[in-house]
């Protein structure tokens, strides 16, 4: 095993990825000479060269509608959008084509697309660059969404899904980029289609993904000094989602709480609800609770932002919570 | 551009006038400066564009600009906001992310807010405040409003496709905008000939039947000429797009490795620093002696200081209003 951080890791895997394949290109913006907006392609031009590694303008449907048009012939494109906030512009692109195409035609076609793009809040930004519209792409059929939340993940996730035939949409949570661990081998069992267990625990199921895993963590460590043993369920695939997993915890620990850093409404965190609802129904002895982004657009002063996303304490406070509820 | 031509008064007019141009530069610098010192003091946070290099813009812009005139504005809009007289104060504590900041610590640096002042905000989605300027100015035009929306945008914008629609509708419904890009050769990382397939952007407007013209945007009273011709042409009710040819001379926010130019790059254009080009200008008319420059710099030291005052006195907004202003209240 190896330190890396998780900027290391998606670079690693974009210099892998093009190493591979000498049909995979790199195209977004300032992906190039800028290194990218995260650091996470410096180096890549000078070794790949500009025919690969392409500098795109701000023209995110064009560039986006680009990587679409690439895979339908016979190139493997990885498109970067610098944040999801900015991928909205593109969004007819990747729902309207990307993810029909296939259906559309009659199955005469594939669109082997892989989409990375940062999400989330924390860094000051405020509502224009800090949401999380993860849940937007998950809802949408023709997609695949994946959610990367350890530095393992980040390292290997890329290439299983350029392996993929279809779409596949990459998030990656910006407060995560600077963050250090362990990287492991690529693991036997490696793919994207299960959820892990990123900590076992027999009284709660804490139910998350990306950005909100370190916060899940915390509260379990803090749960764990209380005497509460927290199992930490990181999706890692948004869509689809490895609800087998979920529904397995959850029969083991009969309580769980979703942490999301979407908006309550209409979110994954409902969405996973709603299947612990339909698919283990009689294995719970309290309601489910969802610690979700306060119902506001991310404000940008520091303390208001603190206290508008899913935060150690709430999840804490919220096991107790449902720990303390009796039938 | 056919635009009725008269005598306005322009930056050199009178020694006044002159020195109130830069004064108005010196005083986005140095509140800028002094930004950059808060932020590596944490006082400030997030993305931090400076607009250090482009001022002789917003300055030489603002006098054409009425006060019942609109502006849109962009993430690197400290220069545009405080030319425009939003007071330096709010402006300070809106980046401190104070209640008496002037978009209530919501926004911050990206997105200063003035409505009383017509000043439509810092938009951080590239491109994102160019429709806004269009409906700004259909809706004074179907009121009747004899006045003008301007629209600040970076050269980076003009690859969107909300650029282009815009200049469009702009042009076929014949609404009072001027379009004001501010082309630094830049966006982010990517040079200009890198994104535009047509790098003399003003040409683009041809496309839409929409007049245009350039204009050397470090020399604050170019600026101004262009500026007061382009405006009048658009009260006559038609839009145009004005380019002005500036430079950024700090990173594309507080921090970036630069690797995309060139220091040489940086230092030939910091020798047209729109400050120095206008301070030896009027040092050549004898308008600038050393303590001219003194009194305005102190006078503008009073301003940023009282700024930074004002806004580390301000209150923090309660966690408890957290959800305020996410829908307007019903009027009783
Ligand atoms: C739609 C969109 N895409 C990408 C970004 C990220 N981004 C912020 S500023 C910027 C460069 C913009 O350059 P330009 O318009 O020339 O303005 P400048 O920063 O030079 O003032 C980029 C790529 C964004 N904010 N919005």
């Known amino acids: 095993m190896t330190k890396s951080t998780y900027r290391e890791a998606i670079r690693a895997a974009l210099h892998e990825a093009l190493a591979n394949n000498p049909r995979t290109i790199l195209l977004g913006e300032d992906v190039g000479r800028y290194g990218g907006a995260f650091a996470c392609s410096r180096g890549l031009l000078e070794e790949f060269g500009p025919e690969r590694i392409r500098d795109t303008p701000l023209s995110e449907s064009a560039f986006v509608g680009a990587g679409i048009g690439a895979a339908l012939n016979g190139l493997r494109p990885i498109v970067e959008v610098m944040t999801v906030n900015f991928s909205l512009l593109a969004l007819d692109q990747i729902v309207n084509n990307a993810a029909t195409l296939r259906h559309m035609s009659g199955g005469q076609v594939s669109v082997p697309l892989v989409i990375r793009m940062a999400t989330g809040a924390g860094r000051r930004l405020a509502a224009q660059h800090s949401h999380s519209w993860e849940v937007w792409y998950a809802h949408v059929p023709g997609l695949r969404v994946l959610a990367p939340a350890t530095i393992t993940d980040a390292r290997y996730m890329l290439g299983a899904a350029l392996r993929e035939l279809d779409p596949v949409v990459i998030f990656e949570h910006a407060m995560l980029y600077p963050s250090e661990g362990e990287l492991d081998k690529l693991p036997e069992d490696f793919n994207i289609d299960r959820a892990a267990v990123r900590r076992p625990g027999r009284d709660i199921s804490l139910i998350t993904y990306g950005g909100s895993l370190p916060k899940a963590l915390a509260a379990a460590a803090e749960l764990a000094s209380a005497g509460i043993e927290a199992e930490v369920i990181d999706l890692r695939s948004l869509r689809p989602l490895d609800m087998p997993t979920v529904l397995a915890s959850v029969a083991r620990t009969h309580r769980a709480v979703i942490v999301d850093e979407g908006w309550r409404t209409c979110s994954l965190a409902a969405e996973i609800s709603a299947g612990i609802m339909e698919g283990a129904f009689y294995d719970l002895d309290a309601p489910v609770a969802r610690i979700c982004s306060a119902e506001v657009p991310i404000p940008y002063a520091g303390h208001l932002e603190d206290a508008a996303l899913p935060q150690p304490a709430r999840i804490v406070a919220a096991v107790q919570e449902v720990l303390a509820h009796h039938e | ?332």
């Open chain 2, 1 to 332: 551009m056919k635009a009725p031509t008269r005598n306005r008064p322009v930056s050199l007019a009178d020694r006044q006038t002159a020195l109130d141009r830069l004064e108005a530069m010196l005083l986005i610098r140095r509140f800028e400066e002094k930004c950059a010192e808060l932020y590596s003091g944490g006082k400030i946070w997030g993305f931090l564009h400076l607009y250090i290099g482009e001022e002789a813009v917003a300055v030489g812009a603002m006098p054409a600009i009425r006060p019942e005139d609109a502006i849109v504005s962009t993430y690197r809009e400290h220069g545009h906001a405080l030319a425009r007289g939003v007071p330096a104060g709010a402006i300070m504590a809106e980046m401190f992310g104070k209640a008496n900041g002037c978009s209530r610590g919501r926004g911050g640096s990206m997105h200063l807010f003035d409505v009383s002042r017509r000043f439509y905000g810092g938009n951080a989605i590239v491109g994102g405040g160019l429709p806004l300027a269009v409906g700004l100015a259909l809706a004074d035009k179907l009121q009747q409003r004899p006045v003008v929306t301007v629209c600040l945008f970076g050269d980076g914008a003009v690859a969107e496709g909300e650029f282009h629609e815009s200049l469009n509708l702009a042009a076929l419904w014949q609404l009072p905008v001027l379009f004001l890009c501010e082309n630094n050769l830049y966006a982010m990382g990517t040079a200009l000939d890198r994104h535009q397939s047509q790098a003399k952007l003003h040409l683009k407007a041809d496309g839409y039947g929409m007049e245009a013209t350039a204009v050397d945007g470090m020399d604050v009273a170019a600026v101004e000429e262009e500026m007061g011709r382009a405006m009048d042409y658009v009260r006559t009710g038609k839009p145009l797009l004005l380019v002005a040819q500036t430079y950024r001379f700090r990173a594309h926010s507080m921090y970036d490795a630069e690797l995309y130019r060139s220091k040489e790059e940086v230092e030939a254009w910091k020798k047209r620093d729109p400050i120095l080009l206008w301070q030896a200008r009027l040092r050549k008319l004898d308008w600038l002696r050393d303590e001219d420059l003194q009194a305005l710099e102190a006078r503008v030291a009073i301003q940023v200081q009282e700024a930074v005052e004002f806004a580390a006195a301000g209150a923090w907004e309660p966690v408890e209003q957290l959800l305020r202003d996410v829908t307007t209240p019903v009027q009783l």
